[in-house]
C-alpha cells in the first residue's frame, strides 16, 4: 500500500515534533518542509525529505496528501491555512479559542473552493479536551464541566517574568490546586474560576547584582498575569535551570461530573500527563493527518474539527480489526 | 422542532435507567416500552407512553425513530437485534467482547435489508473505554493500554457467592490495586495480567448458624472466580447489607502510556466513577440514540458501532454553537 505524503509548514517545536511523530506511523512519509527561512539554512532530521521555501509550495501539489501546518496561532495560522487550504488537504492546531468560528468560515471557503478537507484546530486544547467537554455534556446533561491545566509550563507567562529587568532566565508553571481538584472528583460541583482552580509557580536566574526582593515584588503584583494568583517564586541558579527547566511539561483535566435522572452521581475524567507538551500536540496532529487523508478520499469537502471526525479513521486498521481488538 | 420518538424493548434495570435517561434529553420523548410480560403487569415511570408486547412492535413501525434494545448479552440481545434492525434503527449494549464481530456482521446485514443504522454495542466498556483504547494507540503509538475496572460490583462474582450453601446475601466488589495503578501511571509499562491489577472483595449475609469459616474458604479457593485473586470476604448482618450494599457503583479508567519519538513519556487517562452503572450505560444509550438518529436521517444505512460515530452527532447543538461553545 503507498504511504500517505507529509508536508509540515513551519520547523519550530511544533513542525519538528510532527517530523519525528511521523516516523512511528509507518504508513506515512515526510516529502517536504516548507519554511520562510532560507531553505539552506535550515537542517531537518529526514534525510529523506526536502527542505524548500513556502513560496514554492504549488510546486508540492501533487506531490503531497496531507500539509500539517506548525505555525503560530498568532499570525501564521490566520495567513497560511486559507492560503494553503485551497491547494492541499490540511491539519492545523489553531489554538486561539475566541477566533475559531471566524476561522473556520474562512477556512471552509477555501477549501471548498479548492474542493479540500482542512481540519482546523487540532490538539490537545482545543482538540482532546474539547472532544471530551461534548461527550461529558452529551452523556450526563445535567452537571457540570470543569477544565484544569498543569502542571504545565505557560509560554505567555514565562515570557512576562523574563521581561522584568534584572531576570536573566525564567520559567513559569501553571499547577491545578489539589483542593479545587478534590472537591470537583468528590462530585461537590462548585463554582470555581479559572484562578481559584490554579496556582503559579516560577522559577526564576537572576542577573548578577540583581534585587531579588523587587523582582519578586514585581511577579506576585503584575497585573492579569499573577497578582490574583497564589503565586510563588523561586530564585535557582543557571546550572539548576539548565537542568530542571529545560522541558516543556503540560497536562491538565476535563471532568464531567453529573447525575443521572435518579440522583447517581456519575464522574468522567480525561487527564494528560506529558513530559513535552509540542511532542504530543504533534502527535495528536499527525493521528489527525491520516483522518484528514481519509475523509478526503471518501469525496468530503470543507472545514472541519476534531468534533467532525469519528475516531475509527485515526487508525491504520480497518474497521473490522479495530471492532475485534478494542470493543 | 418535532422530538424524538423512542422506544424501548426490556424493562430491566437497563430500561428503566433508559427512560429516565431520556428525561433530561429535552429533544426526545418515550412512545413505548415493549416486553415478554404481561403489559398489563409492568407500571412505567412514564404517564404519556404505553406498555406494549414485544409481538405487537412491528406496529409502531412508523411511530418510533429509535428503539433502544435494553435486554441481557446472552440471549436476548443475540436475537431481538437482528430481528427489529431490519425493522427499526436501533442502539444496543451488546458487551460480550469475543462474540462482537459475528453479532456486527448479522446485525449490519439485517440492518442493510431495512434500510436502517443500528449502532451496536454502545455503552462503557464495550463503548467509552473502546473509543479511549483507540485514541490511546493513534495518538501515541509506541506504548501499552491498561484497563482497570473497578472500584465496582460484578454481577457474575456475586451470584457466585450467593450460590454457596449458607449464604443468604453477597456482593462483590472489584478494585483496582493501588499499587499496580500506581506503576501504569508513573509510565512505568509493566507486564500486568488482569489478576495482578484487581482485588476482590465480597459483603456476605449468611443464615443462621451457617459456617463463616467454612463459607470463607470456599469463597477464596473458587477456582477461575477467586482463586488467583487477592480476595477478602467481610461477613455483615442483613441490615447493613441493605443500607450499604444496595447500590450498582462501578467505574474504571484506561491508561494508554506511551512515549513520543524523543523518549518523552506522555500519559492519557480516561476514567469512569459511577454511583449507578445501569444509570450511567443507560445515559450513553441514549445519547447515541440521538447520534443513530441523525446518521439514518444523512441516508447512512448498516451496522455501525461508536469508532464510527463523531462525538457532534451527540449533541442537540449544530456544529457552529459546538466549535463556538467547546472547541
Not at 107 to 132: M, T
Not at 218 to 227: A, E, H, K, L, R
Amino acid at each position: 500500500m503507498s504511504k500517505i505524503k507529509v508536508g509540515i509548514v513551519g520547523y519550530g517545536n511544533l513542525g519538528k515534533g510532527a517530523e519525528q511523530a511521523i516516523t512511528q506511523n509507518d504508513d506515512m512519509v515526510l516529502v517536504a518542509v516548507f519554511t520562510r527561512r532560507n531553505p539552506s539554512e535550515v537542517k531537518i532530521a529526514t534525510a529523506e525529505a526536502q527542505v524548500c521555501h513556502l513560496d514554492d509550495v504549488l510546486q508540492f501539489k501533487d506531490e503531497i496528501d496531507v500539509m500539517l501546518l506548525c505555525g503560530g496561532s498568532a499570525t501564521d495560522l490566520p495567513e497560511q491555512v486559507p492560503a494553503l487550504a485551497e491547494h492541499f488537504t490540511t491539519v492545523d492546531s489553531f489554538d486561539t479559542h475566541a477566533k475559531i468560528p471566524a476561522f473556520f468560515q474562512e477556512v471552509d471557503q477555501a477549501a471548498l473552493r479548492g474542493g479540500n478537507i482542512a481540519l482546523i484546530s487540532v490538539g490537545w486544547d482545543p482538540g482532546l479536551f474539547s472532544l471530551n467537554r461534548l461527550l461529558g455534556e452529551c452523556v450526563l446533561p445535567q452537571g457540570e464541566t470543569y477544565t484544569f491545566w498543569g502542571d504545565g509550563l505557560s509560554q505567555g507567562h514565562s515570557d512576562a517574568v523574563r521581561r522584568i529587568e534584572g531576570v536573566k532566565q525564567a520559567v513559569q508553571y501553571t499547577l491545578p490546586l489539589e483542593e479545587a481538584v478534590n472537591r470537583v472528583r468528590s462530585g461537590e460541583n462548585p463554582s470555581l474560576t479559572t484562578r481559584e482552580k490554579h496556582a503559579r509557580v516560577c522559577y526564576v536566574v537572576v542577573e548578577d547584582g540583581a534585587d531579588q526582593q523587587a523582582i519578586e515584588q514585581t511577579i506576585v503584583t503584575m497585573p492579569n498575569y499573577f497578582d490574583e494568583y497564589e503565586t510563588t517564586v523561586h530564585f535557582i541558579d543557571e546550572a539548576t535551570f539548565t537542568a530542571e527547566h529545560s522541558g516543556m511539561p503540560h497536562g491538565g483535566f476535563v471532568i464531567r461530573s453529573g447525575e443521572s435522572a435518579q440522583q447517581h452521581k456519575q464522574i468522567m475524567e480525561f487527564s494528560l500527563k506529558l513530559e513535552s507538551n509540542p511532542a504530543f500536540t504533534s502527535s495528536v496532529l499527525v493521528a489527525y493527518a491520516r483522518a484528514a487523508y481519509r475523509l478526503s478520499h471518501n469525496g468530503e469537502r470543507g472545514a472541519r474539527t476534531v468534533l467532525d471526525v469519528p475516531f475509527g479513521l485515526l487508525s491504520q486498521d480497518d474497521p473490522a480489526t479495530l471492532r475485534k481488538r478494542l470493543l
